[in-house]
């Protein structure tokens, strides 16, 4: 399962290890791992991992002597970590139950185990859950050293994408002015914004704007962060011609937005268009709505196609990244 950790390289890793357990930052409940000449030490807390430490997802080991959900069901569960709660996704009252009792059990550090409760719904994209244990939806989620605030009732947030994001997010430099069109709690924002970026996040959500705001507080990025509740096609006039990156991550309807996108776009700019189409054709429909909405003022050029997540049978989610230039 990914974790958080430190990665050095191998012969570092010794001074590493002491200079985190110093400051409690190891995670004592996963293996350090040496792979592909690295050193990876599980931490506790990616915020509080000091500079110029790199911090990464890395699937680390369950320390032998752990109990896991398993031991006690006698099968592997699948779920997720989000913070300290626990996300399961089980039709099945009964079973749901026992995995979450034996997620409970287990020597996992959790405060709650939530169970989807129906499929994201409406233009805020979020669904219902069943709260298995522990008594709140809301969490605090680490990511490549950043700490968001968020309530998985009020807002959309899939930890999922955590390895997306993070590759989006290395391709930002100092200095660029970047727009979020579908921001959320800010896991492009908040990253953007601490690598210098100067960032504007609009979201129809408006709970998830204030967790937007809370969240660049947070980790001290309110200084390069705007954060605009409303519809982005509405409330991002000001900025027409602004944007040197774009994120378009709105699945299934990401194309009614593309000539906002495009009137927000500077004379150089960068679109990571998110979208959902099956295997046969992933890529065209996405590539060719670009297109058409950036003609006749910019020319084109596809940079990335890359399948994020299988979605559904037969059909994944992929990422354009598009650079337009006028």
Known sequence: MAVPCVRVPREDGEATRKRLAEADLVD???DITVADGALYVPVTDPSAVPAPFDVVEFDAPVREGQTMPADELGFDPSYERLGDLVIIDEDDPERARRIADAIVASDLPVEGVLNRASKIKGTERVRDWEI???DTTEVLHREYGCAFALDLAEVYFSPRLATERHRVVEQVTEGEQAVDMFAGVGPFVVPFAKRGVTCVGTDINERAIDY???NAARNGVADRVTAIHGDVREV????????DRIVMNLPHSADEFLDTAVAIAGDDCTIHYYDIQPDSDAFGPGERAIRAAADPDYDVTVETR???RSYAPGEHNVVIDARLRR
């Open 28 to 30: 004592d409940g996963y």
């Open 212 to 214: 937007l705001r809370e």
């Open 306 to 308: 890359h399948r994020v």
């Open 236 to 243: 991002a006039t000001e900025y027409g011609g602004w944007a």
């Open 132 to 134: 298995l244990a522990g």
